[in-house]
């Protein structure tokens, strides 16, 4: 089971112009091989006037399912190209297609790898790049005059509360990486001198934005 991943925040669209010609990469969040399909043929039935489509996408936990093509272009130009933004980015379950019009201006095999290679970097960072982790519920009660400690151990901590309720004790709502909910209960057994009761909801994946910027810094460190 994963228990983070990282994807566009949500499906959507870039546009540029490189020496006339029009590259218009599209992308989308799937979940099967399938659907990948699909949306390819979406984009060709939409941009039926346009000279190439060229696609890739990797889906599954792992990335298990790969598929790239260049439509066309010249082999290796593109669809790979494409692909390997997805892997050095980290992009999980998603479909890139990029439609080309040809502006009458022949870009060469390294043009046209930037290009394409680009048009997907570009997308990405346009749509927005999220994380997300698997976390868990953790409703907190404890008595008033605790509250002070505990909000200053989510002041310090990388979790964040996410609600406060007050009747005759106050439960605080924080979700917790779900590899370190028994160690923050300890840690808050401790505390608060062991005055406090947990409830301990199931685990859903909570999405937090990232910056792109870090993901290109991670490969070029590799």
């Keep these: 089971m994963i228990t983070e991943y990282i994807t566009i925040a949500h499906d959507g669209q870039n546009e540029q112009t490189i020496k006339k010609s029009r590259f218009i990469c599209t992308m989308k969040r799937v979940a099967t091989e399938k659907e990948a399909q699909a949306f390819i043929e979406q984009i060709r039935k939409a941009e039926s006037k346009a000279n190439h489509h060229c696609f ?9 399912v790969q598929r790239a093509s260049d439509d066309g272009e010249p082999s290796g130009t593109a669809g790979v190209p494409m692909l390997n933004v997805l892997k050095q980015m980290g992009l999980q379950n998603v479909v890139a297609v ?11 095999s390294g043009g046209l790898i930037r290009a394409y290679s680009h048009s997907v970097s570009q997308a ?16 907190i009660k404890i008595a008033y005059p605790q509250l002070g400690t505990l909000n200053h151990y ?9 609600q406060t ?9 924080a979700f917790i990486d779900f590899d ?5 209960q300890h840690e808050l057994i401790d ?11 199931k685990a859903i ?18």
């Excluded at 990029?98 to 060469?108: D, Q």
């Excluded at 608060?192 to 909801?201: P, S």
């Excluded at 994946?205 to 910027?213: L, N």
């Design 56 to 64: 890739a996408y990797q889906i599954g936990d792992h990335n298990q």
């Design 191 to 201: 505390l608060l001198n062991d005055q406090v009761t947990f409830t301990v909801g």
């Design 154 to 162: 989510f002041d310090e901590s990388p979790y964040s509360i996410e």
């Design 180 to 184: 370190q909910i028994d160690a923050v």
């Design 205 to 222: 994946f909570q999405e937090t934005p990232i910056d792109p910027q870090t993901l290109h810094n991670k490969k070029d460190e590799n």
């Design 165 to 173: 309720d007050y009747t005759d004790q106050v439960t605080v709502t």
């Design 98 to 108: 990029t439609t080309r019009y040809f502006g009458g201006i022949k870009l060469g």
């Design 124 to 139: 990405a960072e346009t749509i927005g790049i999220v994380r997300g982790h698997l976390q868990k519920t953790l409703k």
